[in-house]
């Protein structure tokens, strides 16, 4: 049964940073693609980042890129989320989501992840 599990959110004030962390099991976590999606109440859900099963490839939304950084450690099947400099309107659940066609090109929408996280809610201060 594969599972993943979000941790790390919480309420920061903006131009803070903080580190999302998701864990893996279940699966052989080289194997997928990982994925960041987020979703603000009333809004739809939304893609963050991604991350190739390598870890060479990076992909980001052009509304964190250069503030947010995704990493995984293959070691511990954890994905991770550096987001710096964090403003108001990053406030949403954050979710990990894991893509098993691994030697396709990175998915940015929800439909082409096969697994996903229960969400980590994080709020930033204005």
């Known amino acids: 049964q594969v599972q993943l599990k979000e941790s790390g959110g919480r309420l920061v004030q903006a131009g803070g940073s903080l580190r999302l962390s998701c864990t893996a099991s279940?699966?052989?976590?080289?194997?997928?693609?990982m994925g960041w999606f987020r979703q603000a109440p009333g809004k739809e859900r939304q893609f963050v980042g991604a991350?190739?099963?390598?870890?060479?490839?990076?992909y980001y939304a052009d509304s964190v890129k250069g503030r947010f950084t995704i990493s995984r450690d293959d070691v511990k099947d954890t994905l991770y989320l550096q987001m710096n400099s964090l403003k108001p309107e990053d406030t949403a659940v954050y979710y990990c989501?894991?893509?098993?066609?691994?030697?396709?090109?990175?998915?940015?929408?929800?439909?082409?992840?096969?697994?996903w996280g229960q969400g980590t809610q994080v709020t930033v201060s204005s």
């Open positions: 279940g699966l052989i976590f080289t194997g997928y693609i």
């Open positions: 991350i190739s099963g390598s870890g060479g490839s990076t």
């Open positions: 989501a894991a893509d098993r066609n691994v030697y396709g090109a990175v998915a940015r929408t929800t439909n082409e992840y096969d697994f």
